[in-house]
C-alpha cells in the first residue's frame, strides 16, 4: 500500500494575486501595455532621444483623449445637451492639464543634447501630427494645406477630411447660444465650416450679453470652461515654443519651416477669440 499523499498547494498558488494567468494578463490585454512599450525605436545613442519620443507619444495618446471628448461635446451640443458637453469639456479640460504637464522630461533640453539625435529623424516634424490637426480643425482652426499635407496617407487622409468638413467644436457651441434665444447672425450660423473662424462682432455681442447677465448662470459657466480650455491650449503653444527656444534656438525647423518663428506665429493666434474680446466690453 502506497502511504505518500500529495504535498499541499504553495502558498503562492492560494494566493489570488499571484496565480499565474493562463495567458497575457488580463491588465495587458486590456490596456496593450506589451504593445505600447514596443513602440521605442531610438536611432541614436544619445542619452536624451528615448525621452524625447516618449514624450512625443504620450502627447499623442493626450491628443486622441482631447480629440475624443471635445467630438462628444461637439455631438452633445448639437442635441442641446449642455450636461453631456460639460461633462465632456471638464473632462477634456483634465487632459490638457496633463497634456501641459508632458512637456518636462524634455523642456530643458540644451542645443548639444538636441542635437545628439536631432538628425536622426530627418524630416519628422511635429506639425505633421495628424492627431494634433484634428485638435486644431475641432477648435475652428480650419487649414486646407494642413490637410493636404495628409494626402500621401489616405486613411489618415480621409479621417482628417472628414474633422475638416464637419462643423467645429465652437461652430457647434455658437448655434447651441443660437438655440437658447442669443443673437448669433446668420452669417456666422451659415458660414462655410471649412474656412478658419475668425473673430466677428455679432458674437461678441452675444458673449458680452451672457457676461453681463447673472453671474451664476450656465451660460456664463460655459464660457469660462471654454475660456479655460483656450487658455490650456495656448499654454501649450506657448510651451512648445519654450522648448524649442531652449533646445535650439532660431534655426531651421527640421521639416524646413522657420523653426521657432513659425511657433511663434502661431502660439500668438488666439482660441475662441471673442471670449478674450469680451472681457473689454463688461
Given amino acids: 500500500m502506497n502511504d505518500r499523499t500529495s504535498a499541499p498547494p504553495a502558498a503562492d498558488d492560494l494566493d489570488p ?9 488580463p491588465y495587458d490585454a486590456y490596456v496593450h501595455a506589451s504593445v505600447l512599450n514596443t513602440l521605442q525605436h531610438p536611432l541614436t545613442e544619445a542619452p536624451d532621444e528615448m525621452g524625447f519620443l516618449v514624450t512625443t507619444q504620450v502627447m499623442e495618446l493626450w491628443f486622441t483623449l482631447i480629440v475624443h471628448e471635445w467630438r462628444t461635446a461637439r455631438t452633445a451640443f448639437a442635441k442641446d445637451d449642455l450636461d453631456a458637453a460639460t461633462d465632456a469639456l471638464v473632462r477634456s479640460r483634465r487632459a490638457l492639464t496633463a497634456l501641459n504637464a508632458a512637456w518636462a522630461p524634455i523642456a530643458a533640453l540644451t542645443p548639444a543634447q538636441f542635437n545628439g539625435f536631432r538628425d536622426a529623424f530627418g524630416r519628422a516634424s511635429g506639425f505633421q501630427s495628424a ?25 489618415v487622409h480621409e479621417a482628417l477630411g472628414e474633422t475638416y468638413r464637419e462643423p467645429s467644436l465652437y461652430d457647434e457651441v455658437l448655434h447651441f ?32 450679453q451672457v457676461y453681463t ?14 475660456t479655460d480650455i483656450a487658455e490650456l491650449v495656448t499654454r501649450w503653444r506657448f510651451d512648445h515654443v519654450m522648448v524649442v527656444r531652449r533646445a535650439m534656438g532660431a534655426k531651421t525647423g527640421s521639416a524646413g519651416s522657420t523653426g521657432l518663428a513659425w511657433l511663434e506665429r502661431r502660439a500668438s493666434l488666439p482660441v475662441f477669440p471673442e471670449l478674450w474680446e469680451v472681457r473689454g466690453d463688461v
Avoid at 494575486?17 to 494578463?25: D, K
Avoid at 434665444?181 to 461678441?204: W, Y
Wanted: glycine content about 10%.
Fill in 17 to 25: 494575486l499571484t496565480r499565474p494567468f493562463p495567458g497575457p494578463s
Fill in 131 to 155: 492627431m494634433y490637426r484634428h485638435m486644431e480643425f475641432l477648435l475652428g482652426d480650419k487649414s486646407a494645406g494642413m490637410l493636404r499635407l495628409h494626402r500621401g496617407d489616405p486613411a
Fill in 177 to 208: 447660444l443660437h438655440r437658447q434665444g442669443l443673437p448669433v447672425p446668420e452669417h456666422v450660423r451659415d458660414r462655410d465650416v471649412t474656412a478658419p473662424h475668425t473673430s466677428d462682432p455679432g458674437v461678441v455681442e452675444v458673449w458680452r
Fill in 213 to 226: 447677465g447673472p453671474q451664476h448662470h450656465p451660460l456664463l459657466a460655459l464660457g469660462e470652461l471654454l
